[in-house]
């Protein structure tokens, strides 16, 4: 999931064994099994070999779209778009943003969000996916300001208006 939710982080095998609590031999296995398939892309640099998602492969685009889906976020996107208001962006801050598990998804609603029924479906999609989500709504002035803030956190962009 780390890997494939933002495809610009990378990590390495200890990294994420320390992460995760597992042990760096099965770790090291499961990353060679998808290194092997193509799905990552392996970068040496001194002695350590860093792991990133292989955005050229195929099946990457649906890779990303399952980890999305497991955090529920598609899910709550979509019901946004259809009951909560008018949804300009839409983007994840902090642990997952850096495609960390922690259990607290920080996401950040740029627009005219209807703060009542958001808190509503948000209740609903935390048991769903058992995670805490702490959302901020900020309209676009306010998004404006606070862009110093935002610079210096890891952002990840989920869905923006066309318009």
């Known amino acids: 999931m780390r890997l494939f939710l933002n495809a610009g982080q990378q ?3 200890r990294e994420l064994a320390d992460e995760f609590g597992a042990p760096v031999s099965q770790v090291r296995d499961e990353l060679k099994h998808l290194n092997e398939a193509g ?3 392996a970068s040496k640099n001194g002695r350590q070999i860093f ?3 292989n955005k050229k492969h195929s099946l990457f685009p649906e890779l990303q779209s399952m980890v999305q ?3 529920g976020m598609d899910h709550i ?3 946004i778009l259809q009951r909560l208001g008018t949804l300009e962006k839409a983007f994840l801050i902090d642990d997952y943003a850096e495609g960390k598990d922690s259990g607290l998804i ?3 609603l740029v627009g005219d969000i209807d703060r009542n029924n958001l808190d509503d479906l948000v209740k609903k999609a935390e048991k769903y996916i058992s995670r805490k989500i702490r959302t901020l709504v900020l309209n676009q002035s306010e998004y404006k300001r606070m862009d110093a803030v935002f ?3 890891p952002k990840l ?3 923006e208006s066309n318009k």
């Open 11 to 13: 990590a390495y095998m």
């Open 39 to 41: 799905l990552l892309i």
């Open 51 to 53: 792991y990133r998602a």
């Open 69 to 71: 889906k497991a955090l």
């Open 77 to 79: 996107i979509e019901s």
């Open 106 to 108: 920080d996401l950040v």
């Open 151 to 153: 610079a210096g956190k």
């Open 157 to 159: 962009l989920l869905w």
